[in-house]
């Protein structure tokens, strides 16, 4: 059974040789998230902060927020890529993280050999590999190209390929940061089936978007922040209102 759990998660970015006033001046013409001023370790910004949440099996969570709000930072706390400075983070469950679908591909490698690398890189098992290895090179639909070392592939093959071996293993938590969209238009409506479909099998799913559409349709829950803070937790409807009140 799926779990996360956080309470009283923070996250600061420390900058010790900074001046508080002359930060703020100079990031003020930018989307920054979070808050600058003082923290662990002297001057700095702080991404998040006081976030407490609990998540079980069935769970679909929506992040909604302005740019800078906190939202992948939060994910990437979640998925465990990124550690807190603060508070404690409980994940029960195997993750799939689509926050960075090319993680752990390497361009000098062949497509086959990057699907075995990429899916030990997931935390699959070897078994796990072979019963999915020839699923994974059908969708890519890359044929003798997977032979051939990715830095061969054009942008649309690497990510063609990269989206297939993400999205083949079942996940008890699954990660997602904006929508994904990979190869042409035959290929993308394929893509939807099989990453909605994976949204459905996975025990927890936590998302990350401004469309209102997408989160109303896959999300149940909704965590709203600002400025790297929660301000609303609940239902999704409820909180796509409180962002966007009609």
Not at 45 to 51: P, S
Not at 77 to 104: D, F, K, N, Q, Y
Not at 205 to 224: E, P, W, Y
Request: hydrophobic letters at 40%; glycine letters at 10%.
């Amino acid at each position: 059974m799926a779990r996360i759990k956080l309470e009283n998660v923070g996250v600061h970015y420390a900058l010790p040789f900074a001046d508080a006033t002359s930060l703020r001046s100079a990031l003020s013409k930018i989307a920054l998230g979070g808050r600058i001023g003082d923290g662990l370790g002297g001057v700095g910004v702080t991404a998040l902060e006081g976030v407490n949440l609990e998540l079980f099996n069935g769970d679909r969570l929506g992040l909604i927020g302005p740019n800078g709000a906190g939202k992948t930072t939060l994910l990437q706390v979640m998925a465990s890529i990124l550690p807190p400075t603060s508070g404690r983070v409980v994940v029960e469950g195997r993750i799939s993280s689509l926050l960075s679908i090319h993680t752990g591909l390497d361009q000098e490698c062949s497509g086959l050999q990057n699907i075995r690398d990429r899916a030990r890189h997931m935390g699959c098992t070897e078994g796990e590999i072979r019963r999915q290895f020839d699923d994974i090179a059908e969708f890519s639909e890359l044929g003798d190209y997977l032979h051939l070392p990715m830095k061969t592939y054009s942008a649309g093959m690497r990510l063609r390929l990269a989206f297939a071996i993400a999205t083949a293993f079942e996940p008890e938590v699954l990660i997602l940061d904006e929508w994904i969209s990979a190869g042409d238009a035959q290929f993308q409506k394929k893509a939807q089936a099989r990453l909605s479909d994976l949204i459905e099998r996975a025990g927890i799913f936590a998302f990350a978007s401004h469309n209102r559409s997408l989160q109303s349709s896959f999300c149940t829950k909704g965590l709203v922040l600002e400025k790297g803070r929660p301000v609303f937790f609940g239902p999704i409807n409820e909180a796509l209102d409180y962002q966007n009140p009609t």
